[in-house]
């Protein structure tokens, strides 16, 4: 019988998580909203050799070295808890106009629609994005090299990255055991860490368990992939699906929902980029068919093994799916109502202690009308994902009039906010120009 062993992880930041993606755009470098199974794996590697030292070749401790990090254990990946990932297969309402709306997804992997089954508007594919729950939001920070010469902030040199904020817990899966693993300790998750990163780490023992009806009422196996996988074919040819010889045993993919994504890192023990990969992105959708004894058997191998190359360091995890993707429902709020009203007035007077001038007042107030229909229109469509309300502002033509303090000030301040406090805060805006200079007179 297969060993169902897991460690069922669970980390607490202890400072902010810097999960840099891809290579840098302008000086802006952003993180993923979860912990790939590839990072988990690597804080763990370099904890063991601070512990017991560099494993020389040849030795004992290489062999334990490999036999945890290169073996039968595998590293899923870490997400905050209470996130989701939006499926590939998973299609949702592009202008979503009331909460019915929100709440409504169509998972064509069960079912079919062409439009919103609550508003009848149109919808919009789902890219495997991994929402935070609500009141987590990622962390910006901005950093500046001083002139040595001036004691000023050097021209052309401004950094800025984001990353998930302290306080967080995410919580995971490692596939197999072993009593080093078990072990709670201080990880130093991700880059930055002289600064950040650092998490407290635990599990606990369990077993797997594999669902009691893995197949759709066709008699499909519909999987999913909760982390990045490198597929390849028969002649080693980069893949966006398992191939049916290699990782299905024969089974074939009837159906996919696939987003392509290339995946970079660095390892550390020999200061060496790692080769950059073609994947199939999270969220990405397969639907197996093949006799039935073959694809119960995928149904309780592939979430203990994975699917693809790299498993052992973090790619190809893979969930079996029994029923249509949902959104999450929104937390219900325990703050008085009143708190948006004070909540609008203390960004009112944030605002107005940046000290803009009467055009950059106006132009403000301009932008911030027109990027509401955006933001309250399409919250988790393809115009605003991954990017901030700031992103958004300060890329509209005019906003290069802004100083650099300028910059900073709002960047802390349009950090995705509530959709009424931006109603709101316009409106307190607008009451402070003179009627000359309202906009919707121009």
Same mark, same amino acid.
């Given at each position: 019988?297969? $060993?169902?062993? @897991?460690?069922?992880?669970?980390?607490?930041?202890?400072?902010?998580?810097? !999960?840099?993606?891809?290579?840098?755009?302008?000086?802006?470098?952003?993180?993923?909203?979860?912990?790939?199974?590839?990072?988990?794996?690597?804080?763990?590697?370099?904890?063991?050799?601070?512990?017991?030292?560099?494993?020389?070749? /040849?030795?004992?401790?290489?062999?334990?070295?490999?036999?945890?990090? $290169? /073996?039968?254990?595998?590293?899923?990946?870490?997400?905050?808890?209470?996130?989701? @990932?939006?499926?590939?297969?998973?299609?949702?309402?592009?202008?979503?106009?009331?909460?019915?709306?929100?709440?409504?997804?169509?998972?064509?992997?069960?079912?079919?629609?062409?439009?919103?089954?609550?508003?009848?508007?149109?919808?919009? +594919?789902?890219?495997? +994005?991994?929402?935070?729950?609500?009141?987590?939001?990622?962390?910006?920070?901005?950093?500046?090299?001083?002139?040595?010469?001036?004691?000023?902030?050097?021209?052309?040199?401004?950094?800025?990255?984001?990353? !998930?904020?302290?306080?967080?817990?995410?919580?995971?899966? *490692?596939? &197999?055991? #072993?009593?080093?693993?078990? +072990?709670?300790?201080?990880?130093?998750?991700?880059?930055?860490?002289?600064?950040?990163?650092?998490?407290?780490?635990?599990?606990?023992? =369990?077993?797997?368990?594999?669902?009691?009806?893995?197949?759709?009422?066709?008699?499909?196996? *519909?999987?999913? !992939?909760?982390?990045?996988?490198?597929?390849?074919?028969?002649?080693?040819?980069?893949?966006?699906?398992?191939?049916?010889?290699?990782?299905?045993?024969?089974?074939?993919?009837?159906?996919?929902?696939?987003?392509?994504?290339?995946?970079?890192?660095?390892? =550390?023990?020999?200061?060496?980029?790692?080769?950059?990969?073609?994947?199939?992105?999270?969220?990405?959708?397969?639907?197996?068919?093949?006799?039935?004894?073959?694809?119960?058997?995928?149904?309780?191998?592939?979430?203990? #093994?994975?699917?693809?190359?790299?498993?052992?360091?973090?790619?190809?995890?893979?969930?079996?799916?029994?029923?249509?993707?949902?959104?999450?429902?929104?937390?219900?709020?325990? +703050?008085?109502?009143?708190?948006?009203?004070?909540?609008?007035?203390?960004?009112?007077?944030? @605002?107005?202690?940046?000290?803009? #001038?009467? /055009?950059?007042?106006?132009?403000?107030? /301009?932008?911030?009308?027109?990027?509401?229909?955006?933001?309250?229109?399409?919250?988790?469509?393809?115009?605003?994902?991954?990017?901030?309300?700031?992103?958004?502002?300060?890329?509209?033509?005019?906003?290069?009039?802004?100083? &650099?303090?300028?910059?900073?000030?709002? *960047? $802390?301040?349009? %950090?995705?906010?509530?959709?009424?406090?931006?109603?709101?805060? %316009?409106?307190?805006?607008?009451?402070?120009?003179?009627?000359?200079? #309202?906009?919707?007179?121009?």
């Amino acid at each position: 019988m297969a $060993d169902n062993s @897991i460690l069922r992880v669970r980390v607490h930041a202890q400072q902010r998580v810097a !999960l840099g993606v891809g290579s840098e755009v302008s000086y802006f470098t952003g993180t993923h909203s979860y912990v790939p199974g590839s990072v988990l794996r690597g804080a763990l590697a370099a904890a063991w050799i601070v512990e017991n030292g560099p494993p020389p070749a /040849g030795a004992a401790r290489a062999a334990r070295f490999r036999d945890l990090f $290169d /073996g039968r254990n595998r590293y899923g990946p870490l997400h905050v808890t209470g996130s989701s @990932i939006v499926p590939v297969s998973a299609w949702m309402c592009k202008y979503p106009k009331s909460d019915a709306c929100s709440a409504q997804a169509v998972d064509v992997a069960f079912e079919t629609a062409t439009a919103c089954v609550s508003c009848g508007g149109p919808l919009v +594919q789902g890219k495997g +994005q991994v929402v935070l729950p609500d009141g987590v939001r990622l962390d910006r920070i901005t950093r500046t090299s001083i002139d040595p010469g001036t004691a000023k902030a050097a021209d052309g040199e401004l950094y800025a990255h984001a990353a !998930l904020p302290e306080g967080i817990t995410l919580s995971g899966v *490692i596939y &197999g055991r #072993d009593p080093w693993l078990e +072990q709670p300790r201080t990880l130093r998750l991700g880059g930055r860490r002289t600064v950040g990163g650092a998490v407290d780490y635990s599990v606990i023992p =369990a077993k797997a368990n594999a669902p009691n009806q893995p197949l759709s009422a066709d008699g499909h196996l *519909i999987i999913r !992939l909760t982390g990045p996988a490198v597929f390849v074919d028969a002649a080693a040819r980069p893949s966006l699906g398992p191939d049916p010889s290699l990782d299905l045993n024969g089974a074939t993919v009837a159906r996919s929902w696939v987003r392509p994504a290339t995946w970079a890192g660095w390892h =550390a023990a020999s200061r060496l980029p790692k080769p950059e990969e073609l994947c199939a992105a999270v969220g990405s959708t397969y639907k197996l068919s093949g006799p039935p004894e073959i694809l119960h058997d995928l149904a309780e191998r592939l979430p203990r #093994d994975g699917a693809g190359l790299r498993r052992a360091e973090g790619f190809g995890e893979i969930e079996v799916v029994t029923s249509p993707w949902r959104p999450s429902p929104p937390a219900v709020s325990t +703050q008085p109502q009143h708190d948006a009203d004070v909540a609008s007035r203390d960004w009112h007077r944030r @605002i107005q202690a940046i000290e803009l #001038d009467s /055009g950059l007042r106006r132009w403000v107030v /301009g932008a911030l009308r027109a990027l509401q229909l955006d933001l309250e229109g399409a919250r988790l469509g393809e115009e605003t994902a991954g990017r901030s309300l700031a992103d958004e502002l300060l890329a509209r033509p005019g906003a290069g009039e802004f100083s &650099g303090r300028q910059r900073d000030l709002v *960047i $802390d301040l349009f %950090t995705e906010p509530d959709p009424q406090v931006l109603r709101d805060v %316009t409106t307190l805006l607008l009451a402070d120009l003179p009627a000359a200079e #309202d906009p919707r007179e121009g």
